[in-house]
């Protein structure tokens, strides 16, 4: 059974998986958008994010407090990723996993929900921009993913997961504008190599 964040899920994930495929081992201590997270540790951090959400989907605990280091040379992290999305996918197509209140986070569980929809959008396009591969978020989940992120910025930016609004012109997407309400700039670029 699907519903509506599952659906999303899921076309995320088909966007995030040839990216995370794409990442080259000699781009692993690259710069991201992300400023304190190289690619290694974005990678492990988005990891850790979605086998994190597949047990807060089935109203259970999570711990964010250290990542595990998931990509290394003895693991086949590409793999795992796309093995864990179709995990997290499944988990949120679960009977009830929308419903009530989320024990781990003490939300909704529709907004915790949205928020490994955004991760897994954002976060993908972060390790996109910083190997200098193409990415373009499924499209569907955009209008969700702005909503929700206006109601989220103002907790995310006291947890100090977001960073201040980025000014967009008038008029962007609403890819931009969700980038820009993480506090990410849309037109970053990985430093020039010198």
């Known amino acids: 059974m699907t519903n509506e964040i599952s659906g999303l899920l899921e076309g995320a994930a088909r966007r995030a998986r040839p990216v995370v495929r794409g990442v080259r081992d000699d781009q692993l201590g690259g710069p991201t958008p992300c400023s304190e997270y190289d690619v290694r540790a974005l990678l492990d951090h988005l990891l850790h994010v979605v086998v994190g959400f597949q047990a807060l989907a089935a109203k259970g605990t999570a711990d964010f407090t250290a990542t595990p280091s998931y990509v290394n040379a003895e693991s086949d992290w590409r793999t795992r990723f796309e093995e864990e999305t179709a995990r997290l996918v499944e988990a949120w197509s679960a009977p009830g996993a929308l419903e009530g209140t989320s024990q781990g986070m003490g939300m909704p569980q529709r907004t915790v929900g949205g928020m490994v929809l955004g991760d897994l959008t954002v976060h993908a396009w972060d390790l996109a921009r910083a190997t200098g591969q193409d990415f373009a978020p499924y499209g569907p989940s955009l209008p969700e993913l702005v909503e929700g992120w206006r109601q989220l910025a103002p907790t995310g930016r006291k947890m ?31 430093p020039a190599a010198v």
């Open 160 to 190: 100090g997961v977001f960073g201040e609004p980025f000014p967009v012109p008038e008029g962007a997407s609403a890819f931009d504008e969700l980038l820009a309400l993480s506090g990410r700039d849309p037109g970053w670029r990985p």
